[in-house]
C-alpha cells in the first residue's frame, strides 16, 4: 500500500500552484510516496485550470519520484446531487467532470465525490432532504457520470462523511452494486465511521469497491469534530483495519487527512503524520 497525505493536511501556503513544484519536494522529504490534491472550483485546480498546467505538474511530481493518488474537494458541500434545486445538482454534475478530466491530466486514478446531504452536522442553511429521493437522486447521477468516467478512465469514489447519508456498509454495497459499473466505488474514511460503527467491519463489506482510502483516527467520548485526532491518538483500531485492508486485497493508496491544521507549526502535524502512518503500516 501506498503511503500519502491530502493536500488540506499541509500548511496553506503550499497549494498556491508556482508552489506545487516545490511542495511535492517537501512531501517526498517527509517520507510520503504519494499526494492527493485539491479541487477548489476558483482555485489553482479548478474550472480554469488547464490540461497543461496539470501536465506539468504531473511531469514535476514524476521528477521528484511522487505519486498523485486522487483528487479530493469540498465544493460537494455546496452543490451535490441530493439537492432540491435543479441548478444545484447541475454544478454538482460540473465540478464532477471537471474533477475527471484534471485527474485524466494528472493521472490520477480517483476523485473523491461527497453525493449528497440529507442532512449535516455542521452548520448548514440547506434544508434537509427525504432520505429515500436523495437516495433515487445519487444512483441517477452516478449512472449519468459513468459514461465521463470511461471517457477519461477515472473512477469516481464515494466517500462516508458526517451527511446522515450511506450510514451501513450493507447500503453503500448494495446501492454501488445496483450502479453496477466498476468506474463507480466507495472512497473509505476509517476515522468517520468511529462514532457509528467498526472501520474494520466496513472494509470487509465493501471489500474490493473500495478505491481509496483516507486514515483519520477520532475519540468516541467525545462525539463531535473535535474527537478527531492525530493518527494512533484516538480509537480507531489499526492493525484490525489494516488486517482487514489486506483480507479484501486492497493494495492503494492510504491517503492522510489531517484536518483542522495545527495553529502553530503545521509543518509539524504531517511529520507526526509520517511517523505514526510507518507504525501503523508495519514499517517500524
Not at 501536465?55 to 486522487?70: W, Y
Not at 432532504?129 to 437516495?135: E, G, I, N, R, S
Not at 467520548?221 to 488486517?243: H, I, K, R, T
Not at 493494495?251 to 495553529?263: K, Q, T, V
Amino acid at each position: 500500500m501506498l503511503k500519502a497525505i491530502n493536500m488540506w493536511s499541509l500548511p496553506t501556503d503550499w497549494g498556491t500552484l508556482d508552489q506545487l513544484p516545490e511542495t511535492f519536494r517537501r512531501v517526498k522529504e517527509l517520507g510520503f510516496e504519494g499526494l492527493e490534491l485539491s479541487f477548489d472550483p476558483d482555485g489553482p485546480i479548478g474550472f480554469k485550470a488547464t490540461t497543461e498546467d496539470m501536465a506539468a505538474l504531473r511531469r514535476e511530481a514524476q521528477r521528484v519520484g511522487l505519486s498523485l493518488t486522487s483528487l479530493a474537494t469540498g465544493a460537494f458541500w455546496t452543490n451535490n446531487f441530493g439537492q432540491d434545486d435543479p441548478a444545484q445538482r447541475a454544478q454538482a454534475h460540473r465540478v464532477a467532470v471537471k474533477m475527471l478530466e484534471l485527474a485524466r491530466d494528472l493521472r490520477a486514478p480517483a476523485v473523491l465525490v461527497v453525493p449528497a446531504t440529507v442532512g449535516s452536522l455542521f452548520e448548514s442553511p440547506e434544508p434537509i432532504v427525504q432520505y429515500d429521493v436523495v437516495l433515487e437522486r445519487v444512483g441517477e447521477a452516478m449512472r449519468v457520470l459513468v459514461p465521463e468516467c470511461q471517457r477519461t478512465g477515472v473512477r469516481i469514489g464515494l466517500e462516508n462523511v458526517w451527511n446522515k447519508f450511506f450510514l451501513s456498509p450493507v447500503e453503500l454495497r448494495d446501492f454501488l452494486d445496483g450502479v453496477g459499473s466498476p468506474f463507480i466505488g466507495a472512497y473509505f474514511d476509517v476515522g468517520n465511521v468511529l462514532a457509528t460503527g467498526y472501520p474494520e467491519q466496513w472494509i470487509r463489506i465493501l471489500g474490493s469497491r473500495i478505491f481509496c482510502v483516507h486514515l483519520k483516527d477520532f475519540r468516541r467520548a467525545v462525539g463531535n469534530l473535535d474527537g478527531f485526532v492525530d493518527l494512533l491518538e484516538g480509537d480507531v483500531n489499526w492493525p484490525e483495519v489494516m488486517s482487514a485492508l489486506r483480507d479484501v486485497g486492497y493494495g492503494g493508496a492510504l491517503i492522510a487527512e489531517m484536518i483542522p491544521r495545527y495553529r502553530h507549526h503545521p509543518v509539524a502535524r504531517a511529520e507526526n503524520t509520517s511517523n505514526a502512518m510507518d507504525w501503523i503500516m508495519g514499517r517500524k
